[in-house]
T-cell receptor
Framework: GENVEQHPSTLSVQEGDSAVIKCTYSDSASNYFPWYKQELGKRPQLIIDIRSNVGEKKDQRIAVTLNKTAKHFSLHITETQPEDSAVYFCAARGNSWGKFQFGAGTQVVVTP | EPEVTQTPSHQVTQMGQEVILRCVPISNHLYFYWYRQILGQKVEFLVSFYNNEISEKSEIFDDQFSVERPDGSNFTLKIRSTKLEDSAMYFC?????????FGSGTQLSVL
């Protein structure tokens, strides 16, 4: 089955700097890659996603890139702000309507 | 904006007891899931449900667990004879075309 690896496990950045989180997946049939933000004690919230037929997607300060050949995808947060502090999870779906397999999460801390 | 709702938000139970966690998925969604998250760890897949039957389940989802859609709106997870290691946050999620949306979770504590 699908296996998703996520790095780093923790990431500390200065406010205004960029943050990059990387994930790799194992199943070449995976076709949909969402990213979730989870604040302490709350539900994971979808922040951006990308389909396998797209290489990059951007939404304001966040962007996601996908390299299908290498089977990895990354989340980029620019101009980080303290409210970006949270745990971020990547996920991959192995086939249409199938289960979403999650990475282990990255604790992002943005220091003023 | 429609949301997945879960009840209760917290459930405390004694080891060996049965619990039922309840979820109301987003109304036009067809795919339903249960995930769990042990404190500080990753979100783990338990089971997916479509067309009134289980479509996929993980190794965690053994005979202790069952799911049901008793009516047109509710989706439940039953855990029989709870164990200490069942203590976790349980998230229900639903999906229509693609995107997965989570409920606010039920924090289960087994004493």
């Amino acid at each position: 089955g699908e296996n998703v690896e996520q790095h780093p496990s923790t990431l500390s950045v200065q406010e205004g700097d960029s943050a990059v989180i990387k994930c790799t997946y194992s199943d070449s049939a995976s076709n949909y890659f969402p990213w979730y933000k989870q604040e302490l004690g709350k539900r994971p919230q979808l922040i951006i996603d990308i389909r396998s037929n797209v290489g990059e997607k951007k939404d304001q300060r966040i962007a996601v890139t996908l390299n299908k050949t290498a089977k990895h995808f990354s989340l980029h947060i620019t101009e980080t702000q303290p409210e970006d502090s949270a745990v971020y999870f990547c996920a991959a779906r192995g086939n249409s309507w199938g289960k979403f397999q999650f990475g282990a999460g990255t604790q992002v801390v943005v220091t003023p | 904006e429609p949301e997945v709702t879960q009840t209760p938000s917290h459930q405390v139970t004694q080891m060996g007891q049965e619990v039922i966690l309840r979820c109301v998925p987003i109304s036009n969604h067809l795919y339903f899931y249960w995930y769990r998250q042990i404190l500080g760890q990753k979100v783990e897949f338990l089971v997916s449900f479509y067309n009134n039957e289980i479509s996929e389940k993980s190794e965690i989802f053994d005979d202790q667990f069952s799911v049901e859609r008793p009516d047109g709106s509710n989706f439940t997870l039953k855990i029989r004879s709870t164990k200490l290691e069942d203590s976790a946050m349980y998230f229900c999620a639903s999906s229509s075309a693609e995107k997965l949306f989570f409920g606010s979770g039920t924090q289960l504590s087994v004493l």
